[in-house]
């Protein structure tokens, strides 16, 4: 069934494959993302604009608009007095409002709907962001919000990996001491949990990336419990490997402090909320392991690529689906925990999206079918051979392409002791 968060994660890979082309200036990169969200339906946008912040003014200037709406006069001037919202940026990121301006209401902008994004200036004891994009839509729905909010994300993104273009030279050090701390801090790949086996791999395509794995043993009240978490960040390169190592700091520390799974992922996604403004979102699926008689496995799936449970005495691979947003995407978020049980032979595979949707040389995705099959085919193996078959037959999927990204896999097998 295609859910919300199927919904959230299609916007997401549509808006960043219209962010991914290479430009050597911000606001070319801003007005082809922005004529392309305006342009594609999958959207229903009716229009969009590029404001940017004039520090000598105080004022944001029109410098951008497309659309199916009425003109704004070419070098249009908003104070930033007489708009007090535009301050509210910088904590909310994205704002919905009833227009006030006389001009802008002449052309039919009841809705004040913008986001920010770039650099953050300091003006008049008030911080604001360099660029504010407005869109105008038909409806003002939650999904208009919960889009404006990836947008900003991704444009953010892109401009920040636009500027680490330009000093990558520069910083080619500090990324490879990074990749050694990241490396240092990845656990070990086997572990062994009572009559569960474990095998854990995260293959780079860079010198440091965004995908995160974790095994976290918990002993409380004489109950042992072993949480796994497999995390991918939304941003790319040296901001992802920040984000991945402030999860994992995160996640080890909240972890230990409550046993309800549903609380500890609603304050590490108000954590990432209020400490990245920037790179604003990561998928996460946590779950943890159980003593109990039946192996309850329990879970919550933070918008992540939906792990596989292959039972063989059935032959059905079941996916874990989502149980809430993003992490960080929006504030005060809730999320829901479900649950499965491990028989004798069952394997869980956990992943990131650099194994379903990597691409052979004419664009084919992988997909989760050929990932079943690779499970069916080697469920009798260690977690450890299942998890270098997927890796094998993803590479040679993969061989004659330009594909290129992280890939992460944990394989989880109940034995038969």
Not at 293 to 301: G, H, K, T
Not at 389 to 416: G, H, L
Request: overall charge neutral; some cysteine; hydrophobic content about 35%.
């Amino acid at each position: 069934m295609y859910s919300h968060y199927d919904q959230q994660k299609d916007t997401f890979k549509l808006v960043e494959k219209l962010a991914s082309r290479n430009f050597k200036k911000e606001l070319v990169l801003l007005k082809y993302l922005v004529r392309d969200i305006v342009n594609m339906k999958e959207f229903d946008i009716t229009g969009g604009r590029i404001w940017e912040l004039e520090p000598e003014t105080a004022s944001y200037k029109l410098v951008f608009q497309v659309g199916n709406v009425k003109k704004i006069p070419r070098g249009y001037s908003i104070p930033i007095t007489e708009h007090p919202i535009l301050a509210r940026l910088i904590k909310e990121r994205t704002v919905l409002n009833y227009e006030t301006d006389p001009i802008l209401r002449e052309k039919g902008i009841e809705i004040y709907s913008v986001t920010g994004v770039g650099n953050v200036i300091r003006l008049k004891n008030a911080k604001y962001y360099k660029y504010a994009l407005g869109f105008n839509a038909p409806e003002i729905l939650q999904s208009f919000y919960e889009t404006l909010n990836i947008i900003n994300s991704v444009a953010n993104i892109a401009l920040k990996g636009l500027a680490s273009q330009q000093k990558q030279k520069k910083i080619e050090k500090d990324i490879l001491k990074a990749s050694e701390i990241q490396r240092s801090l990845q656990p070990d790949h086997k572990m062994q949990f009572h009559d569960y086996d474990i095998y854990g791999l995260c293959l780079s395509a860079h010198y440091v990336g965004g995908d995160y794995f974790d095994y976290i043993l918990h002993s409380v009240e004489e109950e042992e419990r072993l949480s796994i978490l497999v995390s991918d960040a939304a941003a790319k390169g040296l901001p992802a490997a920040t984000q991945a190592l402030f999860l994992s700091g995160a996640i080890r520390m909240g972890s230990t402090f409550t046993q309800s799974i549903s609380k500890f992922m609603s304050r590490l996604n108000n954590l990432i909320w209020e400490t990245f403004p920037y790179e604003r979102f990561v998928t996460l699926f946590y779950c943890e392991l159980t003593l109990s008689a039946n192996r309850l496995v329990l879970y919550a799936n933070a918008g992540h690529c939906p792990p596989i449970h292959y039972r063989p005495t059935t032959d059905i691979c079941q996916k874990l689906d989502s149980t809430g947003g993003f992490l960080g995407l929006l504030e005060h978020q809730k999320f829901g925990v479900e649950n499965i049980r491990m028989h004798p032979g069952d394997v869980l595979v956990l992943y990131t999206d650099g194994i379903t949707e990597a691409r052979d040389k004419e664009g084919t995705l992988f997909g989760e079918e050929r990932l079943f099959e690779v499970m069916k085919k080697n469920h009798l193996f260690t977690p450890e051979e299942i998890s270098f078959a997927i890796i094998e037959t993803v590479q040679k999927f993969t061989k004659d392409s330009d594909f290129s990204d992280d890939q992460t896999i944990v394989v989880i097998k109940r034995n038969n002791k």
